[in-house]
Every structure is written in C-alpha cells, then in structure tokens.
C-alpha cells in the first residue's frame, strides 16, 4: 500500500507564488507516474501535472492545458517526494490539491489524502 502526504497550500494573493509537495511512502517500488490533481467546490477533481520517471522512458511531464507555462512538477527519488511548483497564481486555481501516484496498469496505487488547500484571493 502507498501513502501519500501533501503538504504546502496556503493563501496567496492574484500572481503570487505556492510550492506544494508529496511525501510518498510505503509501496515505492510500484510508482510509474505520479500526478497532482485539484478539487474545487463544486466540482469534480480534475488532473493538474504528471511526472513519469522510468529507466527506458526518462523522465515525462504533463500539463492540463490551464497551468501550462505557470506550474512545475518535479521529483526527488533520494526524498521519496513530488512538488508542485506553482506560479502567476489566479483565483480559479482555487483548490484542494491532491497528489497520487499509479502504476504501469494506470491504477491509483494509494487512497486519496486530504489534501492540501490554496487559496488565491485578493
């Protein structure tokens, strides 16, 4: 079983600037992709970015088209961990963030965490 841990969120004003992370644990080993994914009010949870990491593939990130050039995502195998970094923040990113991981079969390998909030408010 993998445990995922996000941590990060906060309030930020319109164009400011969050780092969000994941700390995963347990079933490492099972980890082809790992993603970050948002919740609004309201709304159904929706991907943000991607990173696979494999030694064939290299490393491979993706981007919901409405974080594209503003959001990072970025790894660190030694510290088990995933960051978001996310930048020119805007009030429609307003969300609870969470993070997850899958395996090669595209299956969620851990239960979904609570999650980090961000708020973007002027």
């Known amino acids: 079983q993998l445990q995922v841990v996000e941590s990060g969120g906060g309030s930020v004003q319109p164009g400011g600037s969050l780092r969000l992370s994941c700390a995963l644990s347990g079933s490492i080993s099972s980890i082809y992709a790992v993603g970050w994914y948002r919740q609004a009010p309201g709304t159904q949870r929706e991907m943000v970015a991607g990173i696979t990491s494999s030694s064939t593939e290299g490393e491979i990130t993706n981007y919901a088209d409405f974080v594209q050039g503003r959001f990072t995502i970025s790894r660190d195998n030694a510290n088990f961990s995933v960051y978001l970094e996310m930048n020119s923040l805007k009030p429609e990113d307003t969300a609870v963030y969470y993070c997850?991981?899958?395996?090669?079969?595209?299956?969620?390998?851990?239960?979904w965490g609570r999650g980090t909030q961000v708020i973007v408010s002027s």
């Open positions: 997850n991981a899958a395996g090669r079969d595209r299956q969620f390998l851990a239960s």
